[in-house]
């Protein structure tokens, strides 16, 4: 039986006290727990360790445990890995003993109440303003786009922002892991996968949803993060007349970003040859956005680069419109 949720709640709240604090709020990114007495949060894309503490590890487990059980899944040492979300929408991924030797491992990702948008993006550094033009008419022109960069890098921010600049009068599906995008639009239809329950049944995949879509008369598909054999199901879909499409890759350059795409599409359980693959990818892809987090921790964009094909000599034929490679921290 599931928990009711105003007692999940208020559980929450008491169980995970020693990070409330920081769950208050849009200056904490992410919090990361080490084990029940060293607690870590991201601010402004730094890395600061905190003063707060759980009493015990068994305080900590007590707190995932109840967590678990709200969202109806198991935590235990056979299954000693957690995905799920706090009652503010916040992101939580957990690994206990014996898969973390040295106690429960926790990272919580703020679901920020409002992201923001191109111009603030501007405003903040991020974008210069002229940029901000050029990926206005890349949006506007419906070109395929996909955002790239490391762990941290702000790839969904950006791909929330340039989300939000298509048409009111658009039917915009927006297909993630767990609901992160807020889409400022009219019309935009959010689907979320999830996995098998206890008994290995129940899981409905980024694919599924992504063959589900293409029959829901979109006109914009929007994927939080492409990461296995769904690339080869979005790639088809772009040139199958679908443009518009938005998502992003871990990726650290954009040539990197095309052959990224290429491995998770032969991840497929469709045996496609990799010249015919690679020819599809460069008629997909448009458009390609490499952000990137300097030294600081600010996120900018690195590159704005348009594809312009594949030949068999010389690969993948890349337009560098805009190019930052001034104070970029290292590969991430």
Not at 127 to 132: G, H, T
Not at 265 to 293: C, E, H, K, N, Y
Request: aromatic share 4%; charged share 25%.
């Amino acid at each position: 039986m599931r928990i009711p949720r105003y007692v999940f709640e208020q559980t929450v709240a008491s169980l995970f006290r020693p990070v409330a604090p920081y769950l208050d709020g849009d200056e904490v990114s992410e919090i990361m727990i080490n084990g029940h007495d060293e607690i870590y949060v991201e601010t402004e894309g730094r890395l600061h360790l905190s003063d707060s503490r759980f009493d015990s590890e068994h305080d900590l487990m007590s707190a995932l445990r109840n967590l678990s059980q709200f969202v109806g899944r198991e935590l235990n040492p056979e299954r000693p890995i957690l995905e799920a979300r706090l009652p503010d929408g916040s992101r939580v991924q957990a690994v206990i003993p014996p898969a973390a030797p040295s106690g429960p491992v926790v990272s919580i990702r703020r679901f920020r109440r409002q992201q923001p948008t191109l111009q603030r993006l501007v405003e903040l550094g991020s974008v210069p303003r002229e940029i901000s033009t050029l990926l206005r008419s890349v949006v506007e022109r419906k070109h395929n786009v996909i955002i790239a960069g490391g762990s941290g890098s702000g790839k969904t921010s950006f791909l929330n922002a340039l989300s939000s600049l298509a048409s009111d009068d658009e039917r915009v599906v927006v297909i993630e892991d767990s609901q992160e995008l807020q889409i400022q639009l009219r019309h935009v239809v959010q689907l979320e996968s999830q996995p098998p329950n206890v008994r290995g049944m129940g899981g409905v995949t980024i694919r599924d949803l992504l063959r589900a879509t293409l029959r829901l008369r979109p006109d914009r598909i929007v994927i939080g993060e492409i990461r296995g054999g769904e690339a080869l199901d979005l790639i088809q879909a772009m040139t199958s007349g679908h443009r518009g499409c938005l998502s992003t890759v871990h990726a650290t350059l954009p040539i990197d970003t095309l052959s990224r795409l290429e491995t998770m599409a032969l991840m497929s359980d469709v045996g496609v040859p990799l010249a015919v693959l690679r020819i599809q990818i460069a008629s997909a892809v448009d458009t390609i956005v490499q952000v990137s987090r300097g030294p600081e921790g600010a996120r900018f964009v690195t590159h704005v680069s348009e594809v312009h094909g594949w030949d068999a000599e010389s690969g993948y034929q890349l337009e560098h419109l805009f190019e930052r490679l001034e104070d970029i921290e290292g590969v991430e």
